[in-house]
């Protein structure tokens, strides 16, 4: 029998499909993650788009060789968050005998591949208490739960799949970095850093019900307009919003239309020597683009003072990710805790871990490496089983930190 799993994470432990909670004891109801875009299935609708070459999810394609996606193996991570271990068959021919696509591996790949599910297992092992307890919840926030989640629907039996599981696992532990950050300030230095990173006084920032406003007079804008420059939307919303002093918040104005330009909402057009922008088709709507612009949970406590806008920038941090932000956040991660005057163990040991992490997985370079035929690149599984490696010891040492923090 499954275990007792909290509401909130069954959304992560169910058909991407037909929404029905993963089983073992049924066959049909199996976890089958797909490649590439990492959807997981059960096997009953596995089997029911096996003759069908994308996604019917997102559209992506996930042919493999011409391999049928029927004969892809289970995902045993995913059952471990459900049952316990000992009641699931251990051994990789145990668990993928009837494998088809495991069964032509070769013996050191089967090694190789049973060190990886291994691994994401022990990831699944370490966050089983706190899914299956409400006290100890607040230790992750919604965001650092998807993206364990988005790590453990993986599927890593192709080389481009590897590639995008480096690199979620690259996401996670740049996101595990800046967590470690945040613990070690206390909530006015980090306000103070906050409002400075974006460039707003106190005061300045926009309440919820502001930004609102402001997304629904940028959409009202340039839904009116076939297109404005940057400077002349600012304008025309903080017009528009009709505040006292519109210097005040002109610059928040600014701060949300620069965001969601870095986040691709935009098109960008040239007349001449000038620049002017629209809102891309899937934008063109508030509600659209008010999911898209939601806030994260750093953010909204410390700048809105609860938790109601956790949402908020996460998408777009993400999209904003450079191959050095890791970096920095490492180096932050290494003054920090010296300036909250952590054991310098905790440093040395955990510093190595990031740097490992950071390495491989660079944002946008998986198209790249595929485009070039590059066999020598991130995919390969010692690459995978180090980065997991390294992963699982910060996560568990951030569970453990954290933890101590709350009690």
Known sequence: MAQSIESYYMEFLRCARCSHDFEYENP??????????????????????????????????????????????????LL?????PSKLPKGGDKRYGQCPFYMKFDENTKLTFKAVESLLGKISLAIKPIINDKQWQSIFSDSMTRKIFSLLNSQYIDRASRLKVVEAI?????????????????????????RSVIGVQHGQFLEPAMQEIVLQSIVSFLKDHSALSNKHLVHSVVLQVGVNDPNVIQPSVNRIVNLLSGASCFQVQRNGDSLSMKL??????????????ISSEQWSSLLYGDTKHELSMQSI?????????????????TNALKSARYASDTISYLEPCFKILSKFGVPNNVEQHLSNNNQQDDSNWVTITQQLGCADIVLRYLIDFKHHLHH
């Open 28 to 77: 049909l109801y199996r976890p089958i993650t797909l490649p590439i875009c990492g959807h997981t299935m059960c096997r009953q609708c596995i089997d029911i788009i096996r003759n069908q070459t994308k996604c019917p999810q997102d559209q992506v394609s996930f042919g493999i060789n011409h391999i049928p996606i029927d004969q892809l193996p289970t995902n045993y991570p």
């Open 80 to 84: 471990i968050v459900l049952y316990d």
């Open 170 to 194: 690259r996401s996670l532990g740049e996101h595990m970095c800046i967590d470690f950050i945040l613990c070690c300030q206390n909530s006015e230095q980090l306000t103070d850093n906050l």
């Open 280 to 293: 891309k088709s899937e934008f063109q709507n508030y509600e659209t683009l008010r999911r898209f612009y």
């Open 317 to 333: 941090i993400d999209k904003l990710s450079t191959p050095d932000s890791f970096s920095q956040a490492i180096q932050r991660f």
